[in-house]
């Protein structure tokens, strides 16, 4: 749980003193929705209904005055209530048009109204503050850290997975809250202020700035929002049937990334025909070039870096995972953060269908696709093939390599580099020889004199053994353990290749077990069914049981939950011809 010691900076209305004893008769909301992975995430005792938030961007792109207001309906009666914010400065909080009491310290705005809200009441709150975006939470998490504000002086970039929009609007920020957004962005006049939703006006000013003002009509979660502020050239691809389709593409966009992006009406046409008419009226890409090393599902305008890699097709496939998400994210959000099934593991199974189909190969792509993946989920981590020559290279370029390993050290040292496969006549051979330790030069001469041809290490291995012997084996992922899609808890990478590339093949697996008519009616069924709103893991298991029986049902629990990745047998996938260790 995130701890919430933080110092406080408080600026308590004088107006406390006034408060009628009914007041404190009744009860605070929650600050904290109790998210199973970001438990700091969010706060109770009220739904968000719609945010009106007006920035006042510096030239700089360093520092921000904003103002928001949120509308919201009580869901108990409310003595006080949190906004999730950072570490801005508050200057003043109004509720139903009485200034009120506030504390703030981060990641919370504490507020205490003159008169208690009661259930089911209509209420407005607004928040005037300034300084340069900021949160100790933003900082501790797991994704992006304290880079979500991305600022240089040719571009802003700012970006809020999985929890980071607090730190510049005071919101209810967990993705389960949601609400329609109005912006209205201040910012140099020469450069475009981007956001979601429909543009609805630019105002030139007379102080040599522009406001740009948009809606965003349909319930959204803080973490899809954007915003950008810089040079971009907008394109617009025209219409997909209704939806207008618009991009805002950095000037340093590459060749290749561009040529991605404007297959968006293709894509889009491709997703419509498998799941239903797209959710919202406007789609497109926002290219950016503060060093953007991922893409984002950002709900109606997915953001992208302006070069992703020199393959059109895995910049294709890119696009078209993120303009998956629309359906499965912006549209149905997930519940809470174990659920990120819901969202990544459809997106990635859609990129891989779209490729297979832009491919016109018919499925052979998609089974490619699933070839090359397997064996990591069959092990649960990354894996790593090195030949007999590439292990000697390695254990001979050690930075400890005159170090003696000894007793249960070398034990574990001997265990790990041949993930416990060390046949008994080669470890009896080193013990004997060296039975005081051994250091890994000494080591390495007698491996090469063994007669085997590979090693397949795991990820976990890898990590101890660099710890162990002094990094043997470079180019180790600091986070390659694969967690069944359906398990995630604390301490689990969130974007892990189990939830992705696991959770894909959950789908296939599905498909191939109920058929394509049923598969793809399931799939239409559970948007319809949780339309604008949220959806959890069981959520979709359930409806699985309801319109695709039993037997479909457990095949998906075993593909969501099992510790061991099942076997894939329609494609030929056995889980225990994929084992780590030592290979003659």
Same mark, same amino acid.
């Given at each position: 749980?995130?701890?919430?010691?933080?110092?406080?900076?408080?600026?308590?209305?004088?107006?406390?003193?006034?408060?009628?004893?009914?007041?404190?008769?009744?009860?605070?909301?929650?600050?904290?929705?109790?998210?199973?992975?970001?438990?700091?995430?969010?706060?109770?005792?009220?739904?968000?209904?719609?945010?009106?938030?007006?920035?006042?961007?510096?030239?700089?792109?360093? %520092? =921000?005055?904003?103002?928001?207001?949120?509308?919201?309906?009580?869901?108990?009666?409310?003595?006080?209530?949190?906004?999730?914010?950072?570490?801005?400065?508050? /200057? &003043?909080?109004?509720?139903?048009?009485?200034?009120?009491?506030?504390?703030?310290?981060?990641? =919370?705005?504490?507020?205490?109204? %003159?008169?208690?809200?009661?259930?089911?009441?209509?209420?407005?709150?607004?928040?005037?503050?300034?300084?340069?975006?900021?949160?100790?939470?933003?900082?501790?998490?797991?994704? *992006? *850290?304290?880079?979500?504000?991305?600022?240089?002086?040719?571009?802003? +970039?700012?970006?809020?997975?999985?929890?980071?929009?607090?730190?510049?609007?005071?919101?209810?920020?967990?993705?389960?809250?949601?609400?329609?957004?109005?912006?209205?962005?201040?910012?140099?006049?020469?450069?475009?202020?981007?956001?979601?939703?429909?543009?609805?006006?630019?105002?030139?000013?007379?102080?040599?700035?522009?406001?740009?003002?948009?809606?965003?009509?349909?319930?959204?979660?803080?973490?899809?929002?954007?915003?950008?502020?810089?040079?971009?050239?907008?394109? #617009?691809?025209?219409?997909?049937?209704?939806?207008?389709?618009?991009?805002?593409?950095?000037?340093?966009?590459?060749?290749?990334?561009?040529?991605?992006?404007?297959?968006?009406?293709?894509?889009?046409?491709?997703?419509?025909?498998?799941?239903?008419?797209?959710?919202?009226? =406007?789609?497109?890409?926002? +290219?950016?070039?503060?060093?953007?090393?991922?893409?984002?599902?950002?709900?109606?305008?997915?953001?992208?870096?302006? &070069?992703?890699?020199?393959?059109?097709?895995?910049?294709?496939?890119?696009?078209?995972?993120?303009?998956?998400?629309?359906?499965?994210?912006?549209?149905?959000?997930?519940?809470?953060?174990?659920?990120?099934?819901?969202?990544?593991?459809?997106?990635?199974?859609?990129?891989?269908?779209?490729?297979?189909?832009?491919?016109?190969?018919?499925?052979?792509?998609?089974?490619?696709?699933?070839?090359? #993946?397997?064996?990591?989920?069959?092990?649960?981590?990354?894996?790593?093939?090195?030949?007999?020559?590439?292990?000697?290279?390695?254990?001979?370029?050690?930075?400890?390599?005159?170090?003696?390993?000894?007793?249960?050290?070398?034990?574990?040292?001997?265990?790990?580099?041949? =993930?416990?496969?060390?046949?008994?006549?080669?470890?009896?051979?080193?013990?004997?020889?060296?039975?005081? *330790?051994?250091?890994?030069?000494?080591?390495?001469?007698?491996?090469?004199?063994?007669?085997?041809?590979?090693?397949?290490?795991? /990820?976990?291995?890898?990590?101890?053994?660099?710890?162990? +012997?002094?990094?043997?084996?470079?180019?180790?992922?600091?986070?390659?353990?694969? +967690?069944?899609?359906?398990?995630?808890?604390?301490?689990?990478?969130?974007?892990?290749? *189990?939830?992705?590339?696991?959770?894909?093949?959950?789908?296939?697996?599905?498909?191939?077990?109920?058929?394509?008519?049923?598969?793809?009616?399931?799939?239409?069924?559970?948007?319809?069914?949780?339309?604008?709103?949220?959806?959890?893991?069981?959520?979709?298991?359930?409806?699985?049981?309801?319109?695709?029986?039993?037997?479909?049902?457990?095949?998906?629990?075993?593909?969501?939950?099992?510790?061991?990745?099942? #076997?894939?047998?329609?494609?030929?996938?056995?889980?225990?011809?994929?084992?780590?260790?030592?290979?003659?």
């Amino acid at each position: 749980m995130f701890s919430r010691t933080f110092k406080t900076v408080a600026r308590v209305s004088t107006l406390l003193l006034g408060f009628s004893t009914f007041v404190f008769a009744q009860t605070a909301g929650s600050s904290s929705l109790n998210d199973p992975i970001f438990a700091f995430m969010g706060n109770g005792g009220y739904d968000a209904q719609d945010y009106d938030i007006a920035l006042k961007i510096s030239s700089d792109h360093q %520092t =921000e005055q904003g103002a928001t207001t949120m509308t919201a309906v009580a869901t108990q009666d409310l003595s006080g209530f949190n906004l999730d914010f950072g570490s801005m400065t508050v /200057t &003043s909080v109004i509720v139903n048009g009485d200034m009120a009491g506030f504390a703030q310290a981060d990641p =919370e705005l504490s507020i205490t109204p %003159t008169k208690a809200i009661l259930k089911g009441e209509n209420f407005k709150v607004s928040v005037t503050y300034a300084g340069k975006p900021g949160s100790v939470a933003v900082n501790t998490s797991a994704f *992006g *850290g304290a880079n979500f504000w991305m600022a240089s002086l040719n571009q802003l +970039t700012v970006l809020s997975e999985p929890s980071a929009m607090f730190a510049w609007s005071p919101v209810n920020d967990h993705p389960s809250d949601k609400a329609t957004f109005s912006f209205h962005l201040n910012a140099p006049s020469k450069e475009q202020a981007i956001t979601n939703g429909v543009l609805i006006s630019r105002v030139e000013n007379n102080d040599g700035t522009a406001t740009s003002n948009y809606r965003i009509d349909t319930p959204t979660s803080t973490y899809f929002v954007v915003l950008a502020i810089g040079e971009f050239k907008l394109v #617009d691809q025209g219409k997909v049937g209704k939806v207008r389709v618009r991009h805002y593409l950095s000037p340093r966009t590459s060749n290749v990334m561009r040529s991605a992006v404007l297959e968006t009406p293709k894509i889009i046409s491709f997703l419509e025909d498998k799941l239903g008419a797209y959710p919202f009226s =406007e789609v497109g890409v926002l +290219t950016v070039d503060n060093q953007l090393g991922f893409a984002l599902e950002t709900q109606s305008l997915v953001t992208l870096p302006v &070069s992703w890699s020199n393959d059109l097709e895995s910049n294709v496939e890119t696009v078209a995972h993120e303009l998956a998400h629309q359906w499965f994210g912006a549209d149905v959000t997930f519940k809470s953060h174990k659920d990120i099934f819901v969202h990544e593991g459809f997106a990635e199974y859609f990129g891989w269908l779209y490729s297979n189909f832009n491919a016109n190969d018919k499925d052979a792509t998609l089974k490619a696709e699933i070839e090359k #993946d397997y064996p990591n989920l069959a092990v649960g981590s990354a894996v790593l093939q090195v030949s007999k020559y590439q292990l000697l290279q390695r254990l001979r370029g050690s930075r400890y390599g005159n170090a003696i390993l000894v007793g249960d050290t070398l034990e574990r040292a001997l265990g790990l580099m041949f =993930e416990g496969t060390l046949p008994q006549q080669f470890h009896d051979e080193v013990t004997a020889k060296f039975p005081k *330790g051994a250091t890994i030069l000494q080591i390495s001469d007698l491996v090469s004199r063994w007669n085997f041809t590979s090693v397949r290490l795991g /990820t976990p291995s890898r990590i101890e053994l660099i710890r162990l +012997t002094g990094g043997i084996l470079p180019n180790t992922p600091a986070s390659g353990i694969y +967690t069944p899609p359906g398990t995630l808890k604390i301490g689990d990478d969130l974007f892990n290749d *189990g939830v992705y590339l696991r959770g894909a093949m959950t789908l296939h697996a599905l498909r191939l077990k109920v058929g394509d008519e049923k598969f793809f009616g399931l799939l239409r069924a559970y948007l319809e069914k949780y339309k604008f709103s949220n959806a959890s893991v069981e959520d979709f298991v359930n409806l699985t049981l309801e319109l695709a029986g039993t037997d479909a049902k457990t095949l998906l629990e075993h593909w969501l939950f099992d510790v061991q990745c099942p #076997d894939f047998p329609e494609l030929g996938l056995y889980a225990k011809d994929f084992k780590l260790g030592i290979i003659f």
